[in-house]
């Protein structure tokens, strides 16, 4: 089955201390994007990759760090999380030309 | 820069009553449009998106949109509602960049 699969689900975690939320895809997808959800915000970009070893920022980049090493893993990494990077996090991938992107299940941080 | 604006933070329509979700956007260049639903503590499922073609698009579970570049707007539209398409609807936009900028999102809430 084609599908974005995210982990963990849930993570509660506590301010300063080191996490990765992994992402990966079996399409075969080009691009991947990092999005986080907010109340009354939707959803905005963290990080987006066009290929392997090629990331760029999204518009809100502050705090996280990506890579992009193979072609079907895009980890997001918190070096130091803090509270306000309480939210649920989205991974997506996409076949470019094909303008369908497909989400994962999401996750769900916390930050205490 | 893109973006999308969803005037509604929340609709309510009776069961069998038909049901609109507004959408505009900005964008340069031609725009791809998409809508996706969440259901609680699930991840976004695609309902149908607008890349070129005719302006009437067709999608999951009963949905249609309509393209209007002269309004900018892809207006989600199903004639007649059930309580189980009560949920958080995403309006979004992409263009050559393949980047997607969502909307705020709309509660759509469907009474018996």
């Known amino acids: 089955e084609a599908q974005v699969t995210q982990n963990p689900r849930y993570l509660i975690t506590v301010t300063g201390k080191k996490l990765t939320v992994t992402c990966s895809q079996n399409m075969n997808h080009e691009y991947m994007s990092w999005y986080r959800q907010d109340p009354g915000l939707g959803l905005r970009q963290i990080y987006y990759s066009m290929n392997v070893e090629v990331t760029d920022k999204g518009d809100v980049p502050e705090g996280y760090k990506v890579s992009r090493k193979e072609k079907r893993n895009f980890p997001l990494i918190l070096e130091s999380p803090s509270p306000n990077q309480t939210s649920l996090y989205f991974c997506?991938?996409?076949?470019?030309?094909?303008?369908?992107?497909?989400f994962g299940s999401g996750t769900r941080l916390t930050v205490v | 820069a893109q973006s999308v604006a969803q005037p509604e933070d929340q609709v309510n329509v009776a069961e069998g009553n038909p049901l609109t979700v507004k959408c505009t956007y900005s964008?340069?260049?031609?725009?791809?449009l998409f809508w996706y639903v969440q259901y609680p503590n699930r991840g976004l499922q695609f309902l149908l998106k607008y890349i070129t073609g005719d302006n009437l698009v067709k999608g999951s579970y009963g949905f249609e949109a309509e393209f209007n570049k002269s309004q900018t707007s892809f207006h989600l539209k199903k004639p007649s509602a059930l309580v189980s398409d009560s949920a958080l609807y995403f309006c979004?936009?992409?263009?050559?960049?393949?980047?997607?900028?969502f909307g705020a999102g709309t509660t759509v809430t469907v009474r018996a």
């Open positions: 997506a991938s996409s076949n470019l030309g094909a303008y369908g992107y497909t």
């Open positions: 979004a936009v992409g263009s050559n960049d393949y980047k997607l900028s």
């Open positions: 964008v340069s260049g031609n725009p791809y």
